[in-house]
């Protein structure tokens, strides 16, 4: 498998690494991990994608389809540590506009109790 | 340098392919940026051949060549599958996928958005695909 998925729980924050590609092919496990019942309990989802080296529109596509979901339910979703190559794609589609992207860890946290 | 990939209608060449792309831009020296649009755009096509129009069938291949000309790169797919309809193609409107949670369809934006052109033709039982992007 390109893509391991890993989380961490703090409190009603839960943050998922990415480590891998994100291709047609990985990104059914992440489908898997976000429409898991559980991550619903969390108030802030943040998404380090410091070893994300790869996002393809299947990727992007996971994250589309459960974008409405968390807003509907009030949860925030965050990337941070993104590599410029792969923001650049969420740029061309503009979803850099839709989606909060932040630089690090810290940020995101910030945004996060915001 | 070999030029020519050629793989059965399995997901799991999706990563083989992009490997192959990436070591023959390597000497080119592009940018991050830019290598990995070029990458994404071939793998893009090369995932809708392998899902959509070859279902995933292992009995079927598909093959990419790639053609550098002094400013401009040319990537030509092939296969034996059900041709792309370029009629039928519509613009996503992203901030509908998001309203109506839908997961596909934004593919062939990507590419469009990154190659400078995109064909599509037709030829008995064989589908071509061809991406320029000019590199200087």
Redesign the interface.
């Given at each position: 498998m390109s893509m391991k998925i890993t989380h961490e729980i703090k409190e009603s924050t839960i943050i998922i690494t990415l480590d891998g590609e994100l291709d047609a092919s990985s990104s059914v496990i992440l489908d898997e991990e976000l429409s898991d019942p559980e991550i619903m309990k969390y108030s802030k989802i943040l998404v380090d994608c410091k070893n994300l080296h790869y996002i393809s529109s299947a990727g992007l596509g996971v994250f589309i389809s459960h974008l409405q979901r968390f807003e509907d339910a009030q949860i925030k979703l965050i990337f941070f540590n993104m590599q410029d190559k792969v923001r650049n794609v969420f740029e061309i589609l503009g979803l850099d506009l839709l989606m909060t992207i932040v630089s690090n860890y810290e940020e995101a946290l910030t945004i996060a109790d915001e | 340098m070999n030029n020519v990939i050629r793989v059965n209608c399995s997901?799991?060449n999706?990563?083989p392919i992009?490997d192959f792309v990436t070591e023959y831009l390597e000497p080119l020296k592009l940018s991050?940026?830019m290598?990995?649009?070029i990458?994404?755009a071939v793998?893009?096509i090369c995932?809708n051949l392998?899902?959509h129009a070859n279902q995933e069938d292992p009995s079927k291949y598909i093959s990419l060549a790639i053609h550098k000309q002094p400013s401009v790169l040319k990537f030509e797919i092939t296969d034996n599958g059900v041709a792309f309809q370029k009629s039928n193609y519509k613009e996503p409107n992203?901030?509908e996928?998001?309203?109506?949670?839908?997961?596909?369809?934004?593919?062939i934006?990507?590419v469009n958005?990154?190659m400078d052109k995109v064909e599509f033709s037709t030829n008995g039982s064989k589908n071509i695909c061809l991406l320029y992007k000019k590199i200087k």
């Open positions: - | 997901k799991k999706l990563k992009r991050d940026i290598m990995n649009q990458v994404l793998d893009e995932a392998i899902i992203i901030e996928h998001v309203k109506v949670g839908k997961k596909g369809g934004v593919g934006a990507l958005r990154i």
